[in-house]
């Protein structure tokens, strides 16, 4: 089973952007991430990585970033690495 590394806090309809708190590893922009919640799930590669508003290469364990997501996902959503 995979383990989650973080979880979707809040989630901006108009620019399709999901707030995510990193509770373990490390992710960084070219790799895939799964978002899943209940029986929604989708993966999608990461194209940018944003922290305060500037764009950054990589997040680490601790890290709340912006991820630019393709469906919308509520908050409490799993993100995992593929």
């Keep these: 089973m995979d383990k989650p590394?973080?979880?979707?806090?809040?989630?901006?309809?108009?620019?399709?952007?999901?707030i995510v708190d990193l509770s373990s590893g490390g992710?960084?922009?070219?790799q895939e991430v799964k978002?899943?919640?209940?029986?929604d799930e989708f993966t999608?590669?990461?194209e940018s990585l944003q922290?305060?508003?500037q764009s950054v290469d990589s997040v680490k364990k601790g890290d709340s970033f912006g991820l630019?997501?393709?469906?919308?996902?509520k908050p409490?959503?799993?993100v995992y690495l593929v």
């Design 68 to 73: 630019k997501i393709d469906k919308p996902a």
């Design 27 to 30: 992710l960084k922009v070219g």
């Design 35 to 39: 978002f899943k919640r209940g029986d």
């Design 51 to 53: 922290v305060e508003h």
């Design 5 to 18: 590394i973080g979880k979707v806090v809040h989630f901006y309809d108009k620019l399709g952007v999901a």
């Design 76 to 78: 409490g959503t799993e």
């Design 44 to 46: 999608q590669k990461v």
